[in-house]
């Protein structure tokens, strides 16, 4: 499974998520997902290495642990480009 920064991924709850960010921490990958219907909608997801699978990560310890990572990561991908359709669609 590849899943990049700015890739759409539809999960089971039938939504289309933007990937925000992306990190690797302890082994395993994580992912940043923001709904593009509903910004508020955000998800941080771990994939499961038995079925290559997305899984939802709950344990808000965690979460609050990756948050840097994420940040991190996503500023190196945004672009000048990226930015700049971000405010002409605002």
């Known amino acids: 499974m590849t899943i990049d920064i700015k890739d759409i991924i539809t999960l089971s709850d039938g939504n289309s998520y933007v990937v925000v960010s992306k990190v690797r ?15 508020e909608n955000i998800k941080f997801c ?7 699978s ?3 990560v709950e344990d808000k310890n965690l979460v609050q642990h990756l948050l840097p990572l994420f940040l991190e990561q996503s500023s190196k991908a945004i672009t000048k480009e990226d930015l700049e359709l971000i405010e002409n669609n605002s």
Do not use: I
């Not at 921490?25 to 910004?39: F, S």
């Not at 771990?46 to 290559?52: E, L, P, Y």
């Open 25 to 39: 921490y302890q082994n395993n990958t994580y992912y940043y997902l923001m709904d593009k219907a509903n910004n």
């Open 46 to 52: 771990v994939v499961n290495a038995v079925n290559s």
């Open 54 to 56: 997305l899984t939802e």
